[in-house]
Nanobody, 121 residues
């Protein structure tokens, strides 16, 4: 069995920071491309960031503010979110896939449950 678990969401003021975690279990963590996605009611789920053994990617909307990283010893991928703005408010999901270059949520085969991030003005 393999699974992902996202955590770390919460309420934060604009300009503040949050650090999300995606913990993996049941398989070697470094064999996955791990992506962060977010979804707002009324909008489609969108890719935010991704990390694989060789590559990292960021959506234009978060580049320069968010940092994705991995702790292999802890089997955990992190998303450090800085300079948060209300538009970042969403449910954030982590997922496993094959390629960071493919941000279509339908192509990602393993999902964790979401964690809610709320940014207040």
């Amino acid at each position: 069995e393999v699974q992902l678990q996202a955590s770390g969401g919460g309420l934060v003021q604009a300009g503040g920071s949050l650090k999300l975690s995606c913990a993996a279990s049941g398989s070697p963590f470094d064999h996955y491309a791990i992506g962060w996605f977010r979804q707002v009611p009324g909008k489609e789920r969108e890719g935010v960031s991704c990390i694989s053994r060789r590559d990292t990617y960021y959506a234009a909307s978060v580049k320069g503010r968010f940092i994705i990283s991995i702790d292999n010893a802890k089997d955990t991928v992190f998303l450090q979110m800085n300079s948060l703005i209300p538009e970042d408010t969403a449910v954030y999901y982590c997922a496993a896939g094959y390629y960071c270059s493919d941000y279509d949520p339908k192509d990602w085969y393993l999902w964790g449950q979401g964690t809610l991030v709320t940014v207040s003005s």
